[in-house]
């Protein structure tokens, strides 16, 4: 038996199990990183309660998408690369964007280059922004409210990323196509 176990419904500790009926709702499955993090409800409630506010903020969600697909390759995270690749998708970035930002490249979009670049230098520089970082984000139309969104984001991602690298989810099939194997360290 795996140490992180893939919980349903059914096998979560009861504090986690509102959380995966959420995501059943709202993605038709309860993916498997999440029935993953199911075994620590403090993990898992921490994780829904970032990811609702995220979703709520003033980004977009092709913004966010963008954001959560650059923080997953920049942690060379699997799991999270392909969910976001397909998500990404689905809320309209293009695919040229996806596929630029799969390969460390910024998107030819001006505002999802200027997140996509922010997000990779938080993670890089953990968090220490020098003054022309945020400068080359402001220049690109996004307010000092909205570099606080991305903390979050990024924030929110290292949960998904970080769990993927502990616990090594399976990909679930309708991900199969967007699979994406991390640079050897």
């Known amino acids: 038996m795996s140490r992180y176990p893939v919980h349903t419904i059914e096998s979560a500790p009861e504090q ?30 921490g994780f829904i309660g970032l990811f609702e506010r995220v979703h709520a903020s003033s980004l977009t969600e092709p913004q966010i998408q963008t954001l959560l697909l650059t923080n997953a390759v920049t942690n060379a995270s699997e799991w999270p690369v392909a969910f976001h690749t397909a998500l990404a998708l689905k809320q309209g970035v293009p695919p040229a964007d996806v596929d630029a930002i799969r390969q460390r490249v ?12 922010v997000a990779r230098t938080l993670i890089d520089k953990r968090g220490r922004l020098t003054d022309a970082d945020q400068q080359r984000f402001f220049e690109a139309g996004f307010s000092a409210g909205q570099l606080l969104e991305v903390v979050a984001v ?32």
Not at 106 to 117: F, N, Q, T, V
């Open 154 to 185: 990024v924030a929110a991602s290292a949960i998904t990323n970080y769990t993927a690298s502990v616990t090594q989810p399976a990909l679930e099939g309708q991900f199969e196509e967007f699979v994406w194997r991390a640079p050897a360290a």
């Open 106 to 117: 910024l998107p030819r979009d001006a505002g999802l280059a200027a997140l996509s670049l």
């Open 16 to 45: 986690s199990k509102p959380v995966l009926e959420q995501l059943q709702r709202t993605f038709g499955l309860i993916p498997n990183i999440a029935a993953k993090m199911a075994a620590s409800p403090v993990l898992i409630n």
